[in-house]
Nanobody, 123 residues
Framework: QVQLVESGGGLVQAGGSLRLSCAAS????????MGWFRQAPGKEREFVAG????????YYADFVKGRFTISRDNAKNTAYLQMNSLKPEDTAVYYC????????????????WGQGTQVTVSS
């Protein structure tokens, strides 16, 4: 089991930027694909971005393409989500998750989740 802790959320004005971090501990983080998800009030959790175990491939939901960038540093057991040009509709709790399979990440079905970090974008 990998323990995940998100950080970096906060309040930002529309058009601003935030960088989320996901720090992992426990079993070897570098063996896992990871992803970022979000859940807005009253809505289902949705996939935002995913990355393979070695960072070789990345995947994005259409609504964040060109604005968000996922990356990882396996030496630091940390993954990141750089969020630029933020919009009020990006307001949500953001979660990171890991799984052996990036396909499972992209399907939204990983079983190993962090506790989430709140991102609020004001208009």
């Amino acid at each position: 089991q990998v323990q995940l802790v998100e950080s970096g959320g906060g309040l930002v004005q529309a058009g601003g930027s935030l960088r989320l971090s996901c720090a992992a501990s426990g079993r070897t983080f570098s063996s896992y694909a990871m992803g970022w998800f979000r859940q807005a009030p009253g809505k289902e959790r949705e996939f935002v971005a995913g990355i393979t175990w070695n960072g070789g491939r990345t995947y994005y939901a259409d609504f964040v393409k060109g604005r968000f960038t996922i990356s990882r540093d396996n030496a630091k057991n940390t993954a990141y989500l750089q969020m630029n040009s933020l919009k009020p509709e990006d307001t949500a709790v953001y979660y990171c998750a890991v799984d052996i399979s990036v396909a499972v990440i992209r399907s939204g079905a990983p079983t190993n989740w962090g506790q989430g970090t709140q991102v609020t974008v004001s208009s």
